[in-house]
Structure formats: C-alpha cells, structure tokens
C-alpha cells in the first residue's frame, strides 16, 4: 500500500481539487484509490456529493466507533467522507500522544488507528 498526501497551510491552492483528479486518473489504472476527507471544512466530501449527515466518517473511524463503511464513487475509487467534528477530536488525540510521550496511559489514539488501517481485511462499502 502507498500513501500519498496533500498538504499544506494556506487555501485556495487546490487541494481539494488535485485530490479529486489525481483520485480519479489513479482508479483509472484498475488500482483501488481512497481518498480520505481529513479536513473538519469536508470540501473533499462535499466535491464527491456526499452529505453531512453520513452514517460512517473518518471520525467514526478513528474513534473506532460505528460500522466500517466507506462509499464507492466510481470503480475503483473510494471516499471515507469528513467530519465537522474532526478538528476538536484532533485536538483531544494530540494531547494523548503527549501523555504517551510524558509515559503517562492513555487510550488507542486515532492516528495509530489510522495507521493501522492497512492491515484491515477488507473494505465494505456503498455504490452510489
């Protein structure tokens, strides 16, 4: 699996819109494409049509909360649609990698759980 990011501070550079794209011509070479909507703005899930009130979000992901679902906007191309709450909880999961950090416990962070995401077995997911 490789992983590919797009990234940066300042807006209205086109990131959303890189992503939309290069997701698209990716899944065009029969590769299996998700594009992860890791912005509490959703401007990647809101380009792909998907509504606010989805059922299953990165949020729910990184909680671990909810039913694994993820929707499928053209063969090949799958959308884990954002959440407006992404930016609070972000907060929270920095403050628990900083308790690790200081050897304190703490619970499973997020971004762990993110990075794990490659090892799931398999993907479920919706068709438009």
């Known amino acids: 699996m490789q992983v590919m990011t797009i990234l940066t501070e300042k807006g209205g550079v086109g990131k959303t819109t890189t992503a939309i794209h290069l997701g698209a011509a990716l899944a ?3 590769n299996k494409i998700l594009l992860i909507d890791f912005d509490s703005q959703r401007n990647l899930s809101q380009g792909y049509k998907i509504d606010t009130d989805r ?4 949020l729910n992901f990184l909680q671990g909360t909810g039913d694994f679902r993820l929707k499928e906007k053209a063969k090949n191309l799958f959308v884990m649609s954002g959440s407006k709450q992404l ?5 929270k999961d920095v403050a628990v990698e900083d308790a690790k950090a200081q050897g304190k416990k703490s619970q499973v962070s997020g971004f762990r759980r993110l990075q794990s995401f ?7 997911n919706e068709k438009v």
Do not use: D
């Open 28 to 30: 065009s070479t029969k």
């Open 87 to 91: 930016e609070s909880f972000i907060r």
């Open 55 to 58: 059922n299953y979000n990165v």
């Open 118 to 124: 490659g090892k799931r077995s398999k993907w479920s």
